[in-house]
């Protein structure tokens, strides 16, 4: 009797051996820790608070990624994308709340606002799930270039010693930061393929060892970290609610939908496994629930981490579990300060050179994608070109807007939303407005901007090959 195979597992669904889940997804850990305790730092620093309330924000953070991440990897009920997706504060809220916390809300008031942008995220999320069909590959492609041309700047910083650091710029900084991106690629050309999907982790830990003897670290954190700690809700007050601060926070999360939006997309592209409108509305709820949590566990708004992004394309490593377990990894640092402090003492030039190859990974990921888009004309070169120039034009001139009003820089001060939306409104204008002009693959009038005439969507399966 004939017996029935059962049907193959998807890559991203695969569960990896043990050993390898703890080394891949401490290598997402790592790639993204500066970024996730940054924002914290920033708010609690502008507020200037005490050395123990930093510390607390910095463990209720690392204990709702862990959480968030969680949430979008494995899923439940209708949250989560069940992708290879990390979760971390993000940046585009920084200014607001800094402008919320020093204006006399403090604390309460950015905490009341961040719930109610959570549930606002959770109500959108459906009708953001709608829009999928305004994201073919000469969008798609556009956003994960820009996301991965924005991050470069934040490697960069990495490499000279880190933003405000005493001896920023110094040669011994970028040396390191240069030894470091030469193990990675080391380790990714002459290395077993085991080995070369952490080339990212090897070249830390190796750059952490090289760094320790010549004074690059600095362990006094360690001692004075608690060996336990759990953030308890509202532990700097019940939430306030304030009209001009929720306002502010729904522009904000607007902004991280969108980005969102991109990163999932571009996750979506890389493991082969389509983001259909339902699983993107799917994405954005975990992201607001994950929010709405932040605002009860003392922490701030999330969204998926483009940096990991760039370790997910560079490492084919496409296993959601990989990164649940990095979720997992979190959540003991959040409840493990201690162990917190440890990876925080990884110096900025480490995470540099690792950071240029992963951040770069994602820009020629976004190439890739464009390969496939027809530019006989030059309606999809003028999309591309113009997203590509707005969205970095706040990464390059990062005082660009600063005499425009704060919901305007909110907006357009994330590179990656405004090199979004400019190619979703440039996409529409040039092939959906123009009538029997357009070109192929960047959406037709027949497809409403979707992949016309069979050449957008062979340009989305030729990349997915590409991909798997």
């Known amino acids: 009797m004939a017996t029935v195979s059962p049907p193959p597992v998807h890559p991203v669904d695969e569960v990896p051996p043990v050993s390898r889940l703890a080394a891949f997804g401490l290598q997402h850990v790592l790639a993204m820790y500066a970024g996730a305790v940054a924002v914290p730092l920033i708010v609690g620093g502008a507020m200037k608070l005490s050395p123990a309330d930093l510390a607390y924000l910095i463990t209720a953070d690392l204990l709702v990624c862990g959480i968030a991440t969680l949430i979008q990897c494995v899923g439940f009920w209708r949250f989560g994308v069940r992708l290879p997706i990390m979760q971390g504060c993000t940046f585009a809220a920084v200014s607001p709340m800094v402008l919320i916390g020093t204006t006399g809300g403090g604390l309460p008031a950015i905490y009341g606002s961040v719930i109610v942008a959570g549930l606002a995220i959770v109500l959108l999320a459906p009708v953001f799930g709608r829009l999928l069909r305004f994201f073919p590959p000469l969008v798609t492609g556009t956003v994960i270039l820009v996301i991965g041309l924005s991050l470069l700047p934040v490697a960069g910083n990495w490499a000279a010693g880190g933003v405000g650091s005493a001896e920023f710029g110094e040669p011994k900084n970028l040396a390191l930061a240069a030894f470091v991106l030469a193990v990675v690629l080391g380790v990714q050309r002459f290395a077993p393929a085991f080995l070369s999907r952490i080339a990212v982790l ?216 405004a090199g979004c939306l400019t190619a979703i409104v440039l996409n529409l204008l040039f092939n959906h407005l123009a009538g029997k002009g357009s070109s192929v693959d960047g959406g037709d009038t027949a497809e409403a901007v979707g992949l016309a005439g069979g050449g957008g969507q062979d340009a989305v399966e030729k990349s997915r090959e590409e991909v798997v």
């Open 202 to 417: 090897i070249g830390i830990v190796v750059g952490l060892a090289v760094a320790i003897p010549f004074g690059f670290t600095d362990f006094d954190g360690v001692g004075d970290a608690d060996w336990a700690g759990i953030s308890t809700p509202f532990h700097f007050g019940a939430p306030t609610f304030e009209a001009s601060a929720i306002i502010s926070m729904l522009v904000v999360a607007l902004v991280t939908m969108t980005e969102t939006t991109g990163d999932l997309i571009a996750v979506g592209e890389m493991t082969g496994r389509k983001v259909e409108p339902r699983s993107l509305a799917d994405g954005l709820r975990a992201d607001g629930l994950s929010t709405a949590l932040g605002g009860v566990f003392n922490t701030f708004p999330y969204t998926a981490y483009a940096q990991n992004v760039g370790l997910v394309g560079m490492t084919r490593v496409r296993s959601r579990w990989v990164v649940a377990t990095a979720g997992g990894i979190l959540v003991l640092l959040g409840l493990l300060p201690k162990l917190g402090a440890v990876v925080a003492a990884v110096p900025a030039p480490v995470l540099g050179g690792a950071g240029l190859v992963m951040f770069g990974t994602v820009a020629a990921s976004g190439l890739r994608t464009l390969a496939g888009v027809d530019f006989k004309d030059n309606h999809n070169l003028t999309v591309v070109a113009v997203s590509v120039a707005v969205g970095m034009l706040p990464v390059g001139v990062p005082t660009v807007y600063a005499k425009f009003p704060d919901w305007f820089q909110t907006v357009m001060n994330s590179g990656i939303s």
